[in-house]
């Protein structure tokens, strides 16, 4: 079935620090990949998506590109602020009537 | 704009003791479901609904009924609440319907937190 694989926390950085976090997938089809933040307190909210193969995401300075050769998904941020410290989800949908997330990556931000 | 409002914002349960975890919105979707989330563990589906009258089992539906008579309301009930559910609940909503996938973002409550004691 299908699934969604995501780096394993905690990451701290300092603040201006580019960030990296790692997202691949198995899925039949051609689902459409998602990034969600959840703030401390909140529910999940959409950060970026994309609906092909080559597309890229993109939101609050942060960018994803759907890599359909190698099955990833990577969320990317050039350079990190205290305000982003959160927990970001990878998630793919499209396959069938439920969205299949990944176990979540937490990031702190130090000043 | 409310969106998604879940209520109660927290609640405390006796091993036995039944509830409903209310979820509504306000956004005319027909895509609802309800999430359970675990440290460690993610988010894992529990129950949802492509639309009023259809609902069909997440990946941990044991424990908990689900209803949709009206577009806007989904509401969760636990019948017999067990340590084992202590958890936080999020409901959560998309503009998508059934039979093509889910490929429209979810919008998601604020969720609930339970504890069972």
């Known amino acids: 079935g299908d699934s969604v694989t995501q780096m394993e926390g905690p990451v701290t950085l300092s603040e201006e620090a580019f960030l990296t976090i790692n997202c691949t997938y198995t899925?039949?089809?051609?689902?459409?990949l998602f990034w969600y933040v959840q703030y401390p307190g909140e529910g999940l909210q959409l950060l970026l998506k994309?609906?092909?193969?080559?597309d890229k995401g993109s939101n609050k300075g942060f960018e994803a590109t759907y890599r359909k050769e190698t099955t990833s998904f990577h969320l990317e941020k050039g350079s990190v602020q205290v305000s982003d410290s959160a927990v970001y989800f990878c998630?793919?949908?499209?396959?069938?009537?439920?969205?299949?997330f990944g176990k979540g990556t937490k990031l702190t931000v130090n000043p | 704009n409310a969106g998604v409002t879940q209520t109660p914002k927290f609640q405390v349960l006796k091993t036995g003791q039944s509830m409903t975890l209310q979820c509504a919105q306000d956004?005319?979707?027909?895509?609802m479901s309800w999430y359970r989330q675990d440290p460690g563990m993610g988010l894992r589906l529990i129950h949802y609904?492509?639309?009023?009258?259809?609902?069909d089992q997440g990946e941990v539906p044991n424990g908990y009924n689900v209803s949709r008579s009206t577009t806007e309301d989904f509401p969760l009930r636990l019948l017999s609440a067990a340590p084992s559910q202590t958890s936080v609940y999020f409901c959560?909503?998309?503009?998508?319907?059934?039979?093509?996938?889910?490929?429209?973002?979810?919008?998601f409550g604020n969720g609930t937190r339970l504890t069972v004691t």
């Open positions: 609904s492509v639309g009023a009258g259809i609902t």
């Open positions: 899925a039949t089809g051609y689902p459409s």
């Open positions: 998630a793919l949908g499209g396959g069938s009537e439920k969205l299949v």
């Open positions: 959560a909503s998309s503009y998508d319907t059934g039979g093509r996938g889910l490929s429209s973002p979810l919008h």
């Open positions: 956004m005319n979707h027909e895509y």
């Open positions: 994309a609906t092909k193969a080559d």
